[in-house]
């Protein structure tokens, strides 16, 4: 998740100094909502992880 959220910002940019401000914006909100999902689950899994067996 991190990986593609960084994608996408990588292409907001690049779009954004081309003049594209359409897709720019698209882009950076994408890289948003999947920046949020990725600290979501990353909570989740250290919750999640720390429970005792048992």
Do not use: D, N
């Given at each position: ?8 910002l990588?292409?907001?940019?690049i ?13 950076a909100?994408?890289a948003?909502?999947l920046f949020?999902?990725?600290l979501v689950?990353?909570?989740?899994s250290l ?5 005792p067996?048992g």
């Amino acid at each position: 998740m991190l990986s593609w959220s960084i994608t996408f910002l990588i292409v907001a940019i690049i779009a954004a100094v081309l003049g594209f401000g359409g897709i720019a914006g698209t882009a950076a909100g994408i890289a948003k909502i999947l920046f949020l999902v990725f600290l979501v689950m990353f909570v989740l899994s250290l919750i999640l992880g720390r429970q005792p067996r048992g």
